[in-house]
Nanobody
Framework: VQLQASGGGLVQAGDSLRLSCAAF????????MGWFRQAPGKERDFVSA????????SYADSVKGRFTISRDNAKNTLYLQMSSLKPEDTAVYYC?????????????????WGQGTEVTVSS
């Protein structure tokens, strides 16, 4: 599967933004899908994931209550709705896909990656 992330941009603190991740080649419904982010000089961190079975979701504590992950299987697209954005949310955001039943938070468990979309939140 190929993934293409989009929707990033420059926003002010408190604003909202929706990221999209379009999947090509295979249906994303067969994968657990995740969003990660990487700020300059930092490691790639888990943001959120939605499981392929049942569609349950998980969030990093830092975004819980502000971000919402979802997917539209008909459009073969994953979304990340971000609200109440903070300057510390500034990062390049990546979507990723994984099969199997391994853990969902480590980035190395994911098999396929999008190219990243940059989000900058000004104070």
């Amino acid at each position: 599967v190929q993934l293409q992330a989009s929707g990033g941009g420059l926003v002010q603190a408190g604003d909202s933004l929706r990221l999209s991740c379009a999947a090509f080649g295979r249906s994303l419904s067969i994968y657990t899908m995740g969003w990660f982010r990487q700020a300059p000089g930092k490691e790639r961190d888990f943001v959120s994931a939605i499981r392929r079975s049942g569609g349950s979701t998980s969030y990093a504590d830092s975004v819980k209550g502000r971000f919402t992950i979802s997917r539209d299987n008909a459009k073969n697209t994953l979304y990340l709705q971000m609200s109440s954005l903070k300057p510390e949310d500034t990062a390049v955001y990546y979507c990723a896909a994984k099969g199997g039943r391994s853990k969902i938070t480590p980035y190395y468990e994911y098999d396929y990656w999008g190219q990243g979309t940059e989000v900058t939140v000004s104070s």
